[in-house]
């Protein structure tokens, strides 16, 4: 009965943003700590594969449950239940879960997820409600500065601050919603804080790979500190 409630109440089974395009456009290193909005899990799980370290947060607890869920999933080596667990309800669903498979199953890939799980941390609460004194490598945020009417400069302003020099940050617009005819994020530029510079080969890459999705155009911008 829990599990048919969790699922009705499912914003996102699974991503409809390229994962190659945020995990390279972020660059993701070794090395790197990432700060990551969670959704349906797909994007933290994809980062996590490259990154030293990976905290997901959701506002939705809902969400959140269902990647701690997939983790549990992941963690025992059930993997074709890890990639099947939700089943699509309708066909941009079935496109979305098609993709999402498609880049977890290159050789190997999920193994090595599932070795790094004990560095997935998992929070409920907005994205810039950090801990103090806490640094990130890298930041990905999808459309939440855009989506988020709540959103405004102080919230990238405390963002850059946990953010390392050098730092990259992920921010994305929907191409059917946004007013992106000139291939610009007008928000995200308006609010952004001044020590944030558009990083043009970054972006360039991971527009390409979002001009390959199947599902919807994104418009991702890659910023450095």
Not at 149 to 165: D, K, N, S
């Amino acid at each position: 009965m829990i599990f048919f409630v969790l699922m009705s109440l499912l914003r996102y089974r699974h991503t409809n943003e390229s994962l190659a395009a945020i995990v390279e456009g972020l660059d993701v290193q070794p090395s790197d700590a990432v700060l990551a909005v969670s959704a349906s899990g797909d994007q933290p799980f994809a980062i996590l594969e490259k990154a030293a370290k990976v905290v997901a947060v959701d506002e939705d607890i809902v969400q959140l449950n269902y990647t701690k869920i997939k983790a549990k999933i992941l963690e025992i080596g059930n993997y074709y239940k890890f990639l099947y667990f939700a089943e699509p309800g309708d066909e941009m669903e079935r496109v979305q879960l098609a993709q999402a498979v498609r880049y977890f199953r290159i050789d190997g890939r999920l193994r090595r997820i599932r070795l790094k799980l004990p560095n997935l941390d998992t929070r409920l609460g907005d994205i810039s409600s950090i801990e103090y004194g806490e640094k990130f490598d890298k930041m990905y945020l999808s459309d939440v500065p855009i989506a988020d009417l709540g959103w405004r400069q102080h919230h990238f302003e405390v963002l850059c601050t946990a953010l390392i020099q050098g730092g990259l940050m992920y921010v994305a617009g929907n191409a059917a919603i946004e007013d992106v005819r000139q291939n610009v994020l007008r928000i995200p530029r308006l609010i952004m804080p001044k020590c944030m510079v558009l990083d043009e080969r970054l972006t360039a890459v991971a527009r390409r790979h979002e001009t390959e999705s199947e599902i919807m155009r994104w418009i991702p911008e890659i910023y450095r500190k």
